[in-house]
């Protein structure tokens, strides 16, 4: 018998390749991080001697949901700033206790906190834009966490650098160099929007990002907002000015992408751009709704992305597939558009191509990473189960989540962190709460004196 450190035996396993297939009574072998093998559970019994057996009869196993875009330490401004529209919501209330709070400790205690969420939510990668990038890199890399970590880019002083200069160099020595052999931590270049970035500053980013064969990722046509400035500053959409400038590539990754027109979404296919798609954030601040079933059938690749928990308000991919899915089918008003099969490939194989994972993680196959979620499907809320996926997706939500794995160590097991002190991380966000609220309440008494 063939010796490896895991053997998974769920009722159901959902590979996404190929697509829509749902295998029953299989097994998924696990040896040194990686999935060596999807083979029969009767077969697998008799060809492996696992160091340990998992055994799930009710369950499904899929691949790590990914967050392609998140702001991870904005966890602790959850609900600081709710029922804003958001321009007003960015720079009256989130840009201000930002410049009061952003700090390398801030960020740290942050990011723990949301990356615990999110695996016990079964999201095994994240792809996060925020300042301190190396405080997330570090913070991911100890918590055995998969993410990429986009350097922020503004041209305006901020509380982690002084300029999009400063902020290209600092990244690349801090993030980008240090992590370049790691196997869980991959870096970008992540521009906050086409208004913060001058043009100088996006020919700059251009140029380190193709020396450095880094991805880009940027909030792009999120609101009808954003575009009317570009014009009047510019004379340009903001996506046209990004062309024009050189990144509308296939290393490119437009997150939100509300308000894109015809020729646009034919000029994003044509690139192989790729689209986060931040369905609940964007109904949260009334961004507009991406009509993404035109997007789908423009050939665009398509990944989910929760935003931040400051306009989310969390960090919950379940909830992403099912909206996306509904919105989906409302706008097109054609319940055949985003079937449960492609919700779920947006949240995982659709997320590991916009970040350029593909080759090794997104799906369940031998040679991958071993990024798996379990979901408990013997529930009041997923039963009677007459079809596996579609319940996954429009019926069970992330409380169902019983397992993850992260390159095959089991970071959740029975619903529970195994390696993070649950008490210590809710400690350090209470903490944080008290700090921010009693400061707010100071500043609203001395307004009112």
Not at 86 to 91: D, G
Not at 302 to 314: F, K, Q, R, V
Not at 353 to 372: F, M, P, Q
């Amino acid at each position: 018998m063939q010796q490896c450190d895991t053997l998974i035996l769920p009722g159901w396993c959902i590979p996404v390749e190929p697509d829509s297939q749902v295998l029953t009574d299989h097994a998924v072998a696990i040896d040194d991080g990686r999935i060596v093998d999807v083979l029969p559970a009767r077969t697998a019994r008799q060809t492996y001697k696992p160091g340990s057996v998992i055994d799930r009869p009710g369950h499904v196993l899929i691949p790590g949901l990914i967050n392609a875009h998140t702001h991870a330490a904005m966890t602790l401004f959850r609900g600081f700033a709710d029922d804003l529209p958001l321009e007003r919501w960015l720079r009256e209330r989130i840009w201000p206790v930002e410049k009061r709070w952003v700090s390398a400790e801030m960020v740290r205690d942050g990011t723990r906190h949301a990356i615990a969420e999110m695996l016990l939510g079964g999201t095994t990668c994240f792809s996060d834009q925020y300042f301190f990038p190396e405080i997330v890199a570090e913070t991911a890399a100890a918590m055995h966490v998969r993410a990429m970590v986009g350097t922020p880019v503004i041209n305006f002083p901020t509380p982690w650098a002084n300029s999009a200069s400063d902020c290209l160099a600092r990244g690349t020595d801090l993030v980008h160099d240090r992590y370049a052999e790691h196997a869980l931590i991959s870096s970008c270049f992540a521009p906050h929007s086409v208004d913060t970035v001058s043009d100088a500053g996006f020919a700059e980013l251009r140029i380190m990002a193709d020396q450095l064969d880094v991805r880009v990722q940027i909030h792009l046509h999120e609101s009808q907002a954003e575009i009317a400035a570009s014009l009047k500053s510019t004379g340009l959409r903001p996506l046209e000015r990004l062309s024009a400038l050189g990144l509308v590539n296939s290393s490119l990754l437009v997150v939100h992408g509300v308000h894109l027109d015809a020729a646009e979404i034919s000029q994003l296919s044509a690139a192989r751009v790729s689209i986060a798609h931040c369905p609940r954030s964007n109904l949260k601040l009334a961004s507009g709704i991406a009509p993404i079933a035109r997007y789908v059938t423009g050939g665009i690749n398509i990944s989910l992305g929760t935003d931040g928990a400051a306009s989310n308000n969390a960090l919950d991919l379940f909830d992403e597939m099912k909206t996306a899915a509904l919105l989906a089918k409302a706008i097109a008003q054609d319940a055949t558009v985003v079937p449960a099969a492609l919700a779920l490939r947006m949240a995982t194989m659709g997320g590991a191509t916009a970040l350029g994972l593909a080759d090794n993680v997104g799906s369940i196959e031998k040679g991958k990473w071993a990024d798996l979620t379990c979901v408990d499907l013997q529930h009041f809320r997923s039963l009677p189960l007459y079809d596996p996926l579609s319940q996954l997706v429009y019926a069970a939500g992330s409380q169902q989540v019983c397992d993850v794995w992260v390159a095959g160590r089991h970071l959740v097991e029975n619903a529970e962190l195994t390696q993070v002190d649950r008490n210590e991380v809710l400690a350090r966000t209470s903490e944080w709460q008290r700090r921010i609220a009693s400061r707010t309440a100071e500043k609203r008494n001395e307004q009112q004196r």
